[in-house]
């Protein structure tokens, strides 16, 4: 069963504010910590970069 577009979004929201999901669903506990994690990955490379200086 696929998640609604509707609810798709609800988890991301969910997911990049911080908030808890009050959903025990796995195919929508799945999706939220698929979006965290790609998240955490994303600020770790980010801090990566060469800095300048000059």
């Known amino acids: 069963m ?9 988890i991301y ?6 908030y808890g999901l009050g959903s ?4 929508e506990i799945a999706s939220y910590q698929k979006i965290q994690n ?3 990955y994303v ?3 980010k801090n990566i970069r060469i800095s300048r200086k000059d």
């Open 13 to 18: 929201l969910d997911a990049t504010m911080g």
């Open 38 to 40: 790609k998240m955490k």
């Open 2 to 10: 696929t998640l609604s577009t509707p609810r798709q979004y609800k």
């Open 24 to 27: 025990e669903n796995p195919e």
């Open 43 to 45: 600020r770790e490379i």
